[in-house]
């Protein structure tokens, strides 16, 4: 999964309690990314982020929150006010102005 | 926005056949396009990728076709291996702000039966 961690690899929550998921990635990339994906559909970008305290918001980003505080370092927190949050979260990344994203393995969250 | 349609959603294929997976492509300014493989419960791996300024590129078993003009390209795999059952996706991107940000299609499950 090419320096890229995500952890946990599984997540359970109760509704209305916020989550954050961590991703981690020792590649000194500048750039990165949120994904969610749901069975049968692509990947759905949440939130990127360019460089150190920048961020973007994606398709998708109602109901999430992220930060950027460190090069090697983008949480992302799913908050009470995402409608349907049980999904598998991707982190990626890539060296700014490169096409190329690396992912990691992903974190499986269930909102009971 | 880009619009990436994905085709065939499940495919199945005796060890040893070709398979084809077809995606199409709206936005005309997208100039990369990369494919990925992802295996149960992992994330997406890059198998093979191409930009605009070519029409194929082979690694293997795997090649990419990309027709501009079209606005598709395509997924060979040839020889077929149990070990390429997974979902793979094509993406289009091209930059934006100094970023490229893909847009996936929603993935082909290939299963490729001994």
């Known amino acids: 999964d090419g320096g890229i961690t995500q952890s946990p690899k599984y997540l359970f929550r109760k509704e209305g309690q916020n989550v954050t998921l961590s991703c981690e990635q020792n590649?000194?990339?500048?750039?990165m990314y949120w994904y969610r994906q749901d069975p049968g559909q692509g990947l759905r970008l949440i939130y990127y982020s360019q460089i150190v305290n920048d961020f973007q918001k994606g398709d998708i980003a109602e109901g999430y929150s992220v930060s950027r505080e460190k090069k090697e370092s983008f949480p992302l927190t799913v908050t009470s006010a995402q409608k349907n949050p049980t999904a598998f979260y991707l982190c990626?990344?890539?060296?700014?102005?490169?096409?190329?994203?690396?992912f990691g393995p992903g974190t499986r969250l269930t909102v009971l | 926005g880009e619009n990436v349609e994905q085709h065939p959603s499940t495919l199945s294929v005796q060890e040893g056949d070709s398979a084809v997976i077809k995606c199409t492509y709206s936005?005309?300014?997208?100039?990369?396009f990369p494919w990925y493989k992802q295996e149960l419960g992992k994330g997406p791996q890059l198998i093979i990728d191409?930009?605009?300024?070519?029409g194929e590129k082979k690694d293997q078993r795997i090649a990419v076709t990309l027709n501009k003009t079209a606005k598709h390209f395509s997924l060979h795999i040839t020889e077929t291996q149990p070990e390429d059952s997974a979902v793979y996706f094509c993406a289009a991107s091209k930059a934006s702000g100094g970023s490229y940000i893909p847009t996936f299609g929603r993935g082909t499950s290939l299963i490729v039966h001994p």
């Open positions: 590649l000194n990339h500048d750039a």
């Open positions: 191409i930009r605009s300024n070519v």
């Open positions: 936005d005309s300014a997208s100039n990369y």
């Open positions: 990626a990344s890539s060296m700014r102005g490169s096409d190329e994203q690396f």
